[in-house]
């Protein structure tokens, strides 16, 4: 699908804030709300856009510290290693992934130590080979679709 100036003009509108007005957008184009209303159609018909989401702020949960993790694992236990991932508390996406590392896992947690001491933990599964580790340093928002939020909840009293 080719797409113009327009369209790119609608689609960062939208990704920064998807409740925009059309007539804002419009406004921005210097076309008609119809032309906007038309083009954003054609882009969800096209499967470009599926649907919209919210972004959520890790730090609100206390969460000062993101990172990833690229994790190259023995080839035949890679759904061990993710299954692994995913009750580690912080752990909020894993997932396979192909070329130099096998697995990509998100991570959040309070701080630094937590973090070292989430990521020895990984690296003491005897299936792991190799871990590398990015700390994000900028843009904590994330969008909340594939992340695991129920290890979020307040303990029940």
Known sequence: ???DDTDVTILRTL???ARTKYTDI???C???VDTIIKRFKKLRRSGLVKGTTILLDPRKFGKEVI???SIDAEPSCINEVIGFLKKQEGVIFATHSMGSYDIF???M???MNEMNALKETIQSHTKVNDIQTNIWVDQFLLCP???ELEPLLEAKR
Do not use: G, P, Y
């Open 1 to 3: 699908m080719k797409i």
């Open 15 to 17: 990704q920064l804030d």
């Open 26 to 28: 419009a406004n921005q």
């Open 30 to 32: 210097e076309v008609s």
């Open 67 to 69: 990172a990833n993790f």
């Open 105 to 107: 896992a998100i991570a």
């Open 109 to 111: 947690k309070r701080n």
């Open 145 to 147: 679709q594939n992340f």
